[in-house]
């Protein structure tokens, strides 16, 4: 796409221009205009891609932005109100897109998923024209897990937070929602089924390799996925969890060092992962071969990472260090799973004959 004639083309016969900024990192979009003599610009973090499809949705954004600031500045210099919501044509899809261009594919898919499944049940509109009553309709509606209804609902939540603070829309519909996080079963591995799965003649090796890696380190699906050559250093792992922001230090277990010095050198990265979607599919179809009767995802590596080192002794303070917890009570669950496991363990001893129950 010849980015200089389109824009001309948007530009003409408008007082606020659409401007490109080249620059060596990204090409930035910016509009330029002169509001009572003063010339002003304005950059509402769009940038082009390279992607055609991609960038004539960037710049459908920032046209939308345009014609209302347009819409705007004239009705302001008249000395009337101009914020009504009715005449914000900006859709959700827009919206969502600009907000994400540039972010890496498992966070777009992440925030992306909700606004999909919202448009296909109430099309796609006006950020405006979502209503408390839409968004308490269509979550009536899903059929999903309560953990995916809860992070559907935390994603929205975002992106109408960012269209109020881009003045787009006076209140978030989202707002009056609880979004906690549901109990869940925190499903982990013994070392006896981690020593199965690896085990396992997997099509996609290096999924299988991140997971145990996973369960020898207690990293996030998302720290694994941002790993680069470079945190490793002298046999220890240097990073900061994308989660918290903590910068962390821990020796490698042989084990993972193993599964480091197998991994190709594609890139930067250590470990060369599918998408969030995909990843999924095949992470799944790898847990059935191993047959273990659980609910296993990704991040019961993580837990099994803190049963495994409170099973072998490790005192509870540190295995809050290792995991990076803020707080005591986080990691105090894990120490609940494994009282949990004594008092099995104690229940499957035989009985005597003799005994009377």
């Keep these: 796409m010849d980015v200089k004639a389109h824009l001309d083309k948007l530009n003409y016969a408008h007082k606020i221009k659409i401007r490109c900024w080249f620059n060596r990192s990204k090409k930035s979009l910016y509009l330029d205009y002169y509001d009572n003599g003063i010339r002003k610009t304005f950059y509402p973090d769009l940038a082009l891609s390279g992607d055609d499809s991609l960038d004539r949705k960037t710049i459908n954004v920032i046209k939308a932005i345009r014609d209302k600031k347009e819409h705007d500045i004239t009705y302001q210099n008249a000395g009337i109100d101009i914020f009504d919501n009715n005449k914000d044509t900006t859709l959700l899809s827009d919206f969502a897109h600009a907000l994400f261009v540039g972010r890496r594919v498992h966070v777009r898919e992440f925030y992306m998923s909700p606004v999909n499944s919202l448009i296909k049940y109430a099309s796609d509109m006006s950020l405006s024209r979502y209503n408390h009553q839409t968004i308490e309709s269509w979550l009536s509606t899903l059929t999903v897990s309560e953990m995916t209804k809860y992070n559907y609902l935390r994603g929205l939540k975002f992106i109408f937070s960012n269209a109020v603070k881009k003045?787009?829309?006076?209140?978030?519909?989202?707002?009056?929602?609880?979004?906690?996080?549901p109990e869940s079963k925190r499903e982990f591995l013994t070392i006896e089924?981690?020593?199965?799965?690896?085990?396992?003649?997997?099509?996609?090796?290096?999924?299988?390799?991140?997971?145990?890696?996973?369960?020898?380190?207690?990293?996030?699906?998302?720290?694994i996925r941002n790993l680069k050559w470079a945190n490793i250093v002298n046999g220890y792992l240097e990073y900061t969890q994308l989660k918290t922001g903590n910068v962390e230090r821990m020796k490698l277990h042989n084990e993972a060092l193993l599964i480091v010095k197998r991994q190709p050198r594609f890139?930067?990265?250590?470990?060369?992962?599918?998408?969030?979607?995909?990843?999924?599919?095949?992470?799944?179809?790898?847990?059935?071969?191993?047959?273990?009767?659980?609910?296993?995802?990704?991040?019961?590596?993580?837990?099994?990472?803190?049963?495994?080192?409170?099973?072998?002794?490790?005192?509870?303070?540190?295995?809050?260090?290792?995991?990076?917890?803020?707080?005591?009570?986080?990691?105090?669950?894990?120490?609940?799973?494994?009282?949990?496991?004594?008092?099995?363990?104690?229940?499957?001893?035989?009985?005597?004959?003799?005994?009377?129950?």
């Design 167 to 181: 003045n787009k829309i006076r209140s978030n519909p989202c707002a009056d929602f609880k979004c906690k996080m």
């Design 267 to 357: 890139s930067d990265y250590v470990f060369t992962l599918h998408a969030q979607k995909r990843f999924y599919i095949h992470f799944k179809r790898m847990m059935k071969l191993v047959d273990i009767p659980k609910t296993i995802t990704f991040h019961c590596a993580r837990h099994t990472f803190a049963t495994l080192l409170l099973t072998y002794g490790e005192g509870i303070y540190t295995v809050k260090n290792l995991l990076g917890h803020r707080d005591i009570r986080a990691t105090e669950i894990y120490a609940k799973l494994i009282d949990k496991k004594k008092d099995e363990a104690i229940d499957k001893l035989p009985t005597l004959k003799q005994s009377k129950t």
């Design 193 to 223: 089924e981690v020593n199965r799965l690896a085990a396992v003649d997997f099509d996609i090796p290096v999924i299988k390799d991140a997971f145990i890696f996973s369960c020898f380190t207690g990293l996030r699906l998302g720290d």
